[in-house]
């Protein structure tokens, strides 16, 4: 018998659900989510850190430290498989007392508990050897070489495109408003759009999870959204860690982080602000936030850059649950309902464990039979100004869009442009928008921010799409990007 399954939610978490589950031939997997691309719920905006999982209390979240070190481990495979940008250099936890102190200790104990392997206290001149830009008011580290940092967004995208590869289908920009239910079963999902049948409903909608266990009658926990803000710089600022340098976690957070990003950029974040239930799109900065960033950030580097360096502050929510625990579980009523919700830190470093994990759950009730043929790899967009001269000379004779530069801050090729907007077609990108263009070939992320290359982007954007450049959108709905000449605004007066 074949099956039906319908996941909620194209994050981290719903998309590496839907990769490990097109390993199967007898499902066929939907993918559903309201925004109109892949990865812009919580997925897109954390500290991007794949975590050594020493921070994981096995006595307190068994389950959760259990598939933080098999999320941790799986990453490795999967960064190459799927050609995700990614970083490895280690971490070091900074000391400035004695309180502090006893924190590195305690999260000694849990590596050794973890088997987390390589940590240790680095103390003395050695912590400034070790990393140079901490600051020298600093009295111990806590060195776990095991950690790295991804591109989330990159992530997201590259689990949705191996995963259209072996036949998942996506429906975005429709937002799910009731599941079917009948004779306590699963029979599909209700958008505002349409209806969707399916034998299975897969619950991955992070911030709105509890929203969608309402529609089938589960009211047993609410998820409520933690802030977190961010400071990024410009790349060609200094100092900058090699390794991610963070504060001492706290029972709320892991600390304000200091790292290069995967395209080395200097990020610095975040805060935990624990919000109302009803603020689930908060994702606003505040003057507040930006000055617990920067004052904690101070305590634990030499140098913090000039601000007139910086070229975005952003925020992100995470879902935090009841009692910080993952929600997986399966439901016998109504039947087919599974459920992978409250995903907080470490969510993105356990995504492809929770992955295997909900699988498992599947498996206990129906008999999943593997393909013969599973397209396991990816390759992601050709960055054009990261090859030799000579390979980008055969890539110009073979496209001569290569050699128009549209991005200068990135050096990003029209070419690149176009294979976006085709990839995005590819998963069923319905709109073509800013974003979803900007997260896929880094054009926009530099200093400028895009304030030279968008209207370049948008002239491509109408040309292969067929729209005027004023109706393209930066996210979406109301989101319009004004092109034109400014100043006839002022001469029809």
Not at 234 to 259: E, N, S
Not at 386 to 392: E, P, Q
Not at 395 to 415: F, H, N, T, W
Not at 477 to 493: A, C, D, H, M, Q
């Amino acid at each position: 018998m074949n099956y039906r399954v319908i996941i909620i939610g194209a994050g981290i978490v719903g998309l590496s659900i839907a990769r490990v589950l097109s390993r199967y031939e007898n499902i066929e997997i939907l993918v559903i989510d309201k925004n109109p691309d892949v990865g812009w719920g919580v997925s897109k905006a954390n500290t991007s850190i794949i975590h050594p999982c020493h921070e994981e209390d096995p006595e307190k979240h068994p389950l959760r430290t259990k598939l933080c070190i098999e999320g941790h481990n799986t990453w490795y495979e999967w960064v190459k498989e799927l050609d995700i940008p990614s970083r490895w250099p280690g971490e070091i936890i900074v000391a400035t007392n004695e309180v502090e102190y006893n924190v590195l200790k305690h999260y000694i104990e849990l590596a050794r508990r973890n088997s987390v392997p390589g940590v240790r206290l680095v103390e003395g001149e050695e912590l400034f050897e070790f990393e140079p830009v901490i600051n020298r008011n600093s009295i111990a580290g806590l060195y776990a070489p095991s950690a790295g940092t991804i591109d989330p967004i990159q992530a997201c995208i590259a689990l949705a495109e191996n995963a259209a590869d072996n036949n998942v289908k996506f429906v975005l920009g429709e937002k799910v408003i009731d599941i079917v239910v009948e004779d306590k079963k699963v029979k599909g999902v209700i958008t505002d759009k349409n209806k969707y049948e399916a034998e299975i409903v897969i619950n991955a909608a992070g911030l709105y999870a509890d929203e969608i266990a309402r529609m089938v009658g589960i009211n047993d926990y609410e998820i409520r959204p933690r802030r977190g803000q961010y400071i990024l710089f410009d790349r060609t600022v200094r100092p900058k860690p090699d390794k991610i340098i963070h504060t001492a976690p706290t029972p709320k957070t892991k600390g304000v982080y200091i790292l290069k990003t995967t395209e080395d950029s200097l990020l610095i974040g975040p805060t935990a602000e624990d919000l109302p239930i009803d603020q689930k799109e908060a994702t606003y900065t505040t003057n507040d936030g930006i000055k617990f960033v920067l004052e904690n950030a101070k305590k634990i580097i030499n140098q913090i850059p000039p601000m007139s360096h910086v070229i975005r502050t952003f925020a992100g929510l995470r879902p935090e649950p009841p009692d910080g625990n993952y929600i997986l579980r399966f439901h016998e009523e109504p039947w087919g309902f599974f459920e992978a919700a409250g995903i907080r830190s470490p969510g993105l470093t356990a995504a492809p464990a929770i992955a295997n994990y909900i699988k498992n759950l599947i498996s206990q009730h129906i008999d999943l039979i593997p393909k013969k043929k599973w397209i396991h790899t990816r390759r992601r967009i050709t960055n054009f100004l990261k090859l030799d001269m000579n390979d980008r000379n055969k890539l110009i004779e073979k496209d001569s869009r290569y050699g128009k530069i549209v991005c200068q801050c990135m050096g990003i090729s029209e070419a690149e442009i176009i294979e976006a907007i085709g990839r995005m077609r590819k998963i069923g990108v319905k709109e073509i928008t800013f974003d979803g263009i900007k997260f896929r070939t880094h054009s926009m992320y530099g200093r400028c921010q895009g304030i030279f290359c968008r209207p370049l982007i948008s002239l491509i954007v109408a040309r292969e799409v067929g729209i005027k450049p004023w109706k393209i959108t930066l996210k979406g709905t109301n989101s319009f990007y004004g092109i034109g000449f400014v100043k006839e605004l002022f001469l029809k007066r």
